[in-house]
């Protein structure tokens, strides 16, 4: 056995065979993103307050959002991960500290519950949902970083991906890239299809085109570089960019023929069908416990083909959210209803999934089963719920100062030209904005460099002070060049 062999072997057996970690530490981790933001706007405020010099120069702010939303991440992901509860607890109560150096900065002579009497009953934009975008970025980067971290030691086990069966934070990682998909796709948006149902169709076959060629180029790269492949993952020859297409496709049939609004009852029937077949047939046997891949492209790649049932119920799941959350509320008061249902509805279903890994079976991303799919949800919607919750805060915080330099969060309707204008400006000098305006891209680039970062670095045997600088090289070359893009105003279209 030679020495390329040898090596792929031992990083294939490093990401294998893992159990992941509990559900709590993986909803813990789930405040780390919004406080990130939250940190990132009140200190924002309070600079604005303090020097009224905004915008800065694009390289302060593209540094600044980097060590705000981005360090962070790579931090509590590796070598912070044992304090992550102590961390947490940190973060909160500096931001309570900001919080309250901006109520001594406010520009109203009122109390605090006259002030938030009046913020409650105020009019927030209606025409946008800030936190959709913040939710779809955050997911999208967390992804970037783990498909690199997880090749090094200092990246916890417990966070990779599961063999079979358990909850990783890594397990999180596809469920919740389809939900953030379906959250913004036109059938949730409301918008009207030109046309016949089946010409709706076949432009979503045709938009599809992307995410299949970059399939193929990723499955020919893998075959050809001898890059180390988990084959237990998706199969011998699918992957995750399969998985999307067909998807989006099969769901695009479904929202055809099924009226939109009752997307949340075709994600329970497909979820429950789903899982009486992998109950009551040779199903769940064929996917986990067969050896054999040789006998046809179905067997090579079962566990991609099947978990597709899974991952159009997330889908349709998604769409359903998508839905609620597009609804038109002008009063920020509704919105303080939808936070609360959004972490009641998270907790609900939390405890729907206790009896479920009890009498039915455990999580099991390889198989996308029932348990998977409510855990994916849960998780989501309390995400999202705390990404709302920080928007909340700081609109409240910009109305006590009359401050509107925060992007990507929320105004009032009564903003004043000019500082629309501000808003405009600054929207343009954001890392968050950035990673919207190119997601496909910014993911593609996040696998190219982990690719390239593999051949060039012995990520096994890497110590953690090694692993950790090349982490925050990796996520920093591929958000300037996302931010760059978005600096020069290019959107990479492909469809």
């Known amino acids: 056995m030679d020495g390329i062999t040898s090596k792929k072997l031992l990083k294939e057996a490093f990401v294998s065979n893992l159990n992941g970690t509990s559900l709590g530490e993986v909803a813990l981790?789930?405040?780390?993103?919004?406080?990130?933001?939250?940190?990132?706007?009140?200190?924002?405020?309070?600079?604005?307050?303090?020097?009224?010099?905004?915008?800065?120069?694009?390289?302060?702010?593209?540094?600044?959002?980097?060590?705000?939303?981005?360090?962070?991440?790579?931090?509590?992901?590796?070598?912070?991960?044992?304090?992550?509860?102590?961390?947490?607890?940190?973060?909160?109560?500096?931001?309570?500290?900001?919080?309250?150096?901006?109520?001594?900065?406010?520009?109203?002579?009122?109390?605090?519950?006259?002030?938030?009497?009046?913020?409650?009953?105020?009019?927030?934009?209606?025409?946008?949902?800030?936190?959709?975008?913040?939710?779809?970025?955050?997911?999208?980067?967390?992804?970037?970083?783990?498909?690199?971290?997880?090749?090094?030691?200092?990246?916890?086990?417990?966070y990779a991906k599961t063999e079979t069966y358990g909850t990783g934070v890594m397990d999180i990682g596809v469920g919740a890239y389809i939900l953030a998909n379906a959250i913004v796709c036109p059938e949730a948006r409301r918008k009207e299809n030109k046309g016949s149902h089946f010409s709706h169709v076949v432009r979503q076959l045709w938009s599809v085109w992307p995410l299949v060629l970059l399939g193929m180029a990723r499955l020919i790269s893998v075959k050809m570089s001898g890059y180390q492949e988990h084959v237990t993952e998706y199969g011998v020859h699918w992957n995750f960019f399969f998985t999307l297409a067909i998807v989006r496709v099969i769901a695009s049939l479904l929202l055809a023929v099924f009226p939109v609004n009752a997307s949340w009852l075709i994600?329970?029937?497909?979820?429950?069908?789903?899982?009486?077949?992998?109950?009551?047939?040779?199903?769940?046997?064929?996917?986990?416990?067969?050896?054999?891949?040789?006998?046809?492209?179905?067997?090579?790649?079962?566990?991609?083909?099947?978990?597709?049932?899974?991952?159009?119920?997330?889908?349709?799941?998604?769409?359903?959210?998508?839905?609620?959350?597009?609804?038109?509320?002008?009063?920020?008061?509704e919105w303080f209803k939808v936070i609360r249902n959004f972490i009641v509805a998270s907790l609900v279903i939390y405890v729907v999934l206790y009896p479920c890994q009890i009498y039915i079976e455990p999580v099991s991303r390889r198989m996308a089963n029932l348990p998977y799919c409510i855990w994916i949800i849960a998780e989501c919607l309390f995400f999202i719920a705390w990404l709302s919750a920080v928007d909340?805060?700081?609109?409240?915080?910009?109305?006590?100062?009359?401050?509107?330099?925060?992007?990507?969060?929320?105004?009032?309707?009564?903003?004043?030209?000019?500082?629309?204008?501000?808003?405009?400006?600054?929207?343009?000098?954001?890392?968050?904005?950035?990673?919207?305006?190119?997601?496909?891209?910014?993911?593609?680039?996040?696998?190219?460099?982990?690719?390239?970062?593999?051949?060039?670095?012995?990520?096994?045997s890497s110590s953690d002070l090694f692993s950790l600088c090349v982490l925050i090289m990796y996520m920093f070359v591929n958000s300037a060049l996302i931010f760059l893009l978005h600096r020069k105003e290019i959107t990479f279209k492909f469809w």
């Open 392 to 460: 909340i805060i700081l609109l409240f915080a910009k109305s006590l100062t009359n401050s509107y330099v925060i992007p990507t969060s929320w105004h009032h309707q009564d903003d004043e030209m000019k500082k629309i204008h501000l808003r405009k400006e600054m929207e343009g000098l954001c890392l968050i904005q950035s990673v919207n305006r190119n997601q496909l891209v910014f993911f593609m680039f996040a696998n190219l460099m982990t690719g390239l970062t593999n051949v060039i670095v012995d990520t096994v």
């Open 267 to 333: 994600a329970v029937l497909i979820c429950g069908i789903y899982q009486v077949a992998l109950e009551t047939t040779g199903l769940k046997k064929f996917i986990i416990h067969s050896d054999d891949r040789t006998g046809s492209f179905l067997a090579a790649n079962r566990e991609g083909i099947f978990s597709v049932f899974g991952y159009v119920a997330i889908y349709m799941a998604g769409v359903q959210t998508g839905l609620y959350l597009m609804e038109n509320r002008p009063l920020i008061k």
């Open 29 to 158: 981790g789930s405040f780390v993103a919004p406080l990130c933001v939250l940190n990132r706007g009140l200190f924002l405020i309070l600079y604005y307050l303090s020097k009224g010099a905004l915008p800065l120069s694009w390289k302060c702010h593209f540094l600044l959002d980097f060590i705000f939303l981005i360090l962070p991440l790579i931090l509590l992901s590796t070598v912070f991960s044992p304090i992550l509860h102590l961390i947490i607890t940190s973060i909160v109560v500096i931001d309570i500290g900001l919080l309250y150096q901006i109520w001594q900065k406010k520009k109203q002579p009122a109390t605090l519950l006259d002030a938030w009497k009046r913020f409650v009953q105020s009019k927030v934009e209606s025409d946008l949902v800030p936190f959709i975008t913040v939710f779809r970025v955050e997911v999208n980067v967390k992804t970037a970083l783990c498909i690199l971290a997880v090749d090094f030691s200092v990246f916890p086990r417990r």
